[in-house]
């Protein structure tokens, strides 16, 4: 059988650390020739996240700039992927999610004439402007993409609205493929304040914020809430490992600065950030990924938005949208601090995001389209 020629392409630390289990379920069977390909709209993020996961890219555009926008990713991105489908000829691209990296690619390939895949296909709030540009980028990539990755049966039901029902698989979300690579009961971090703040005994509060729509007014109302938090509750840690944007970081100084219980920490690499995770009281996240990862370790999550394109958790009790107001957030996290029952209510693991097997599943339903292989189970039956 001729190798499947398979381009991994992604950009940004989520896509690559969600990727990254991917890569080397291609990257370790025979049946596939699998490259990766950076682009680098992050830069730092992304190779701490290639180092942590032993990952080397075939293929390296750099193109993050301080500031940049996204006509300017998005025109790097598609002119950079030409050349490197010219080079490597691959049968089928893979891209993920939908950062402006992804949608750039996905339609890169599309104009070189390949077959396009999307993995973490089907994900929607139905808002075309909420995320801002996400739900766009995977709207658009969902249009373009040839074979489709969907986590859960709730992102098919999604596809299915958009009559794309041909080639769809319920594969799981390969991030609970990565939890797998990261997460030990007895992980010692690397980080001295990451060991002081997990051996105190004292409750941990994990922040993270960087969403664009939330620039400005909506994080800064998060930050008052949370600062007035750290001020009630001084028995508690919390802690925020700052995305590098300036626009977050600087209002982030501003108004959390100098509060002995408040950490703002850099971004932290993958395996210390699951690990603080799991050590964690409560998490706070206007993240994507967080909301998925911190009901897979069992811990209740505070969405700082006013919507969500991932509502199996909120179904399932452990995730609330707290939205961006600051007496919402304030109110919803002092429960939680304080009311043990409400706090052991949200405070179970489950999985409706995937069982660690993502990645296998993928390599299978790929071998099914271009090889006539058989599909995988879907993850859930
Ligand atoms: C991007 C994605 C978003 C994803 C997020 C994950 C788009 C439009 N947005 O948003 O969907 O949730 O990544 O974090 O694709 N920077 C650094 N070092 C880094 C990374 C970023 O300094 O390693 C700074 C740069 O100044 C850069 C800025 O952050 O200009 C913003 O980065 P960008 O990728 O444009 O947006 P994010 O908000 O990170
Ligand atoms: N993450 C990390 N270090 C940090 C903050 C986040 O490794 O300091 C991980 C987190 O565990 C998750 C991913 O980065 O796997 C989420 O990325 P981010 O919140 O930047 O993007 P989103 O998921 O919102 O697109």
Redesign the pocket.
């Known amino acids: 059988m001729e190798r499947l020629k398979v381009l991994l392409v992604f950009g ?3 896509e690559a650390i969600k990727m990254a289990p991917l890569a080397k379920e291609l990257q370790g069977r025979p049946e596939f020739l699998c490259k990766i390909c950076v682009t680098a ?6 190779d701490t996240v290639m180092e942590n996961f032993g990952l080397a890219a075939d293929y390296d555009f750099d193109i ?5 926008t ?1 006509c300017g ?1 998005t025109s790097r991105v598609i002119e950079k992927m030409e050349e490197v489908i010219a080079d490597f000829r691959p049968e089928v691209v893979l891209v993920h999610g ?4 992804t949608m750039s690619a996905a339609i890169a390939a599309f104009y070189c004439g390949c077959e396009v895949g999307h993995v973490e296909a089907g994900l929607r709030t139905g808002d075309k402007c909420s ?1 801002f ?2 739900e766009l ?1 995977r709207l658009v990539t969902g249009d373009v993409a040839n074979i489709h990755f969907a986590p859960t049966e709730n992102n098919v039901k999604n596809l299915a609205r958009e009559n794309i029902t041909k080639q769809v698989f319920i594969t799981g979300n390969t991030v609970i493929d990565a939890l797998r690579y990261t997460v030990r009961p007895d992980y010692r971090f690397e980080s001295p304040v990451l060991r002081e703040v997990t051996a105190d005994g004292r409750r941990l509060v994990l922040l993270t914020a ?3 729509e939330n620039l400005g007014e909506p994080h800064r109302a998060i930050f008052r809430a949370v600062k007035r938090l750290a001020e009630e509750y001084p028995e508690v840690n919390f802690v925020y490992p700052v ?4 626009r977050v970081s600087e209002p982030a100084h501003e108004i959390l600065a100098g509060l002995p219980n408040v950490w703002l920490i850099d971004p932290l690499d993958t395996a210390e950030m699951h690990n603080l995770m799991d050590r964690a009281y409560l998490i706070m996240t206007d ?2 990924g967080l909301q998925e990862e911190g009901p897979a370790l069992g811990k209740p999550v505070l969405v700082l938005r006013t919507e969500t394109e991932r509502p199996e958790a909120v179904a399932a009790g452990t995730v609330k949208i707290s939205g961006v107001a600051e007496d919402a957030v304030y109110r919803d996290a002092r429960e939680l601090l304080d009311d043990a029952e409400a706090y052991r209510e949200m405070a179970h693991a489950v999985n409706p995001y995937g069982d660690g097997e993502a990645s296998r599943r993928i390599a299978e339903a790929l071998l099914a389209v271009y090889r006539g292989g058989k599909a995988p189970e879907p993850f859930g039956a």
């Open positions: 940004t630390r989520p709209q992050h830069r730092g993020m992304l993050m700039k301080k500031g940049q996204l990713i939908d950062t402006t990296t995320p540009p996400e980028n960087h969403r664009r995305h590098p944007n300036p993240s994507g």
